[in-house]
């Protein structure tokens, strides 16, 4: 159990959250969310070589439940401890742990008793059973760790956060895979999905605090005034993601909505750095709300150095997908290359973009997420029922970036509380992108290598002009990194 001196006070935080710790925290939380990348894609290439386009659709059904079964008990109620101005007393700590624990129950029984046999009937496969199952299991075990990784999260020790988060990774997928390897591919995906959570949930005790049961009203009311409005924000996120698994395993099968989930998967690798710097970005503006210019100046200029990260990487990934993906999945996943270009510029510009969230968030301005969110929800479902019917699979990227222009409601919001972005800029610089991976993915695809590597070069050249300032920031920070793991005796301190 971590002692009280392991919680900063009030001027601490204000002095974690400037500078250099942001640039070091995630660049920990980056070094973390590789090593289980990775994991991921060697597991999620042997998965999907084995068990082929129909169970892998089955997985993204579960995987669905599981990530908005993980927003509602991970990113609710523990926010409210990561952007309290003060340390959290012990029996605020208790009651949240409370109400995380009867809201994780009520969840995992429905699950089990209603969700399983619902979902069999619904798509008529039989696997669903076991795999939800297994599921929900594992989702209760992430409700247990919610409590300590919260605090550990609002002091920022996020090596502790990433080796939490590591361990289920790792564990799903040596699990999964072995399990697949022997034939039992269906068993090995529900016993993953179990064990990832009950293995980080104990980490997570070993490494945080451990929170004990408590009830005070006061701390109750205060917890629920900020949670839910945060609870409902992360619906609407969750109401998104359900258009693929209703809408493609419906119309267009389980086979489709394997291909259309594994491409996003692969295009949210790139984008994984703009999650876990809004992750960041959250805990530490949280600790600035008093300091308007630092604050501002900070999400500013996450989202111009993200856009010369993010952009780029998925640019580069979707153009030559035509070559790896068939080189790598094998030729039954050829389908992904497309979908890969559709949605590629789409993805990036929309996670580039959500971390103003965070800064949004920070200030406490949530229900201009949630409108945000909502208004994007009814239109990514309205695009998608009119193109999936008509085109299939391909209608889900059509439909992503139908609905991308809904982000700039979140740069209004940002301009409110005093923030201004160069819009022009950044759409000028998303679509010089654009053309170079249309050029470079045409290129490929018709086997035309030369022209393709002398437009690589021009795309690397091009991201060097236009990021100076960007490489000499990274330039910085490795330095930074350098000096600090050299003036530790441990990375778990």
Known sequence: ????????????????????????????????????????????????????????????????????????LEKGLVAFLVQSRKEPPNYEIGTAFTIQMLAGGVIVVFLILWGAPALVQWYGFSELRVTTIGMAIGTFAYSLRAIPVAMLERKMAYSRVGLIELSDIIAFNLIAVSFALLGKGIEGLALGLAFRGIISALLAFVLGVRPSF??????????????????????????????????????AGTAALGIVQLSYSLLSYPGMIALIVSRVLFSANSRLQDDLDAFVARAQQTVIFLSQIVTPAVTLLAAFSP???????????????????????PFAFGNVIWTLSASLFAKGRVMDVLVFQVVYACLYWVFNLIFIPRIGLLGAPLALLCSNPCFLMLVLAFKRIGGQLKLLHLVLYNLAYSFLMIAIWVSVESGRWIVALALLAFFIMFWTISSTELIEQLRQLLVLVLKRQTSRPSILE
Request: proline fraction near 5%; hydrophobic fraction near 60%; include cysteine.
């Open 323 to 345: 070559w790896w993906i068939t080189i790598v999945y094998g030729p039954d996943w050829h389908s992904v290359s497309l979908v890969m270009l559709l949605a590629a510029l």
């Open 1 to 72: 159990m971590l002692s009280k001196e392991d919680y900063p006070m009030a001027v601490d935080d204000t002095e974690r959250a400037r500078g250099p710790s942001i640039l070091f925290s995630s660049a920990i939380l980056l070094t973390r969310h590789l090593l289980g990348l990775a994991f991921n894609f060697v597991g999620g290439v042997l998965l999907a070589r084995i068990l082929g386009p129909h169970i892998w659709g089955i997985f993204a059904i579960c995987m669905f439940l599981s990530v908005a079964v993980q927003l509602i």
């Open 214 to 251: 408590a009830w005070d009203y006061a701390a109750a009311v205060r917890l629920l005034r900020f949670g839910v409005p945060f609870f409902l924000s992360n619906s609407t996120r969750i109401i998104i993601s359900a258009a693929e698994p209703v809408l493609i395993g419906l119309i």
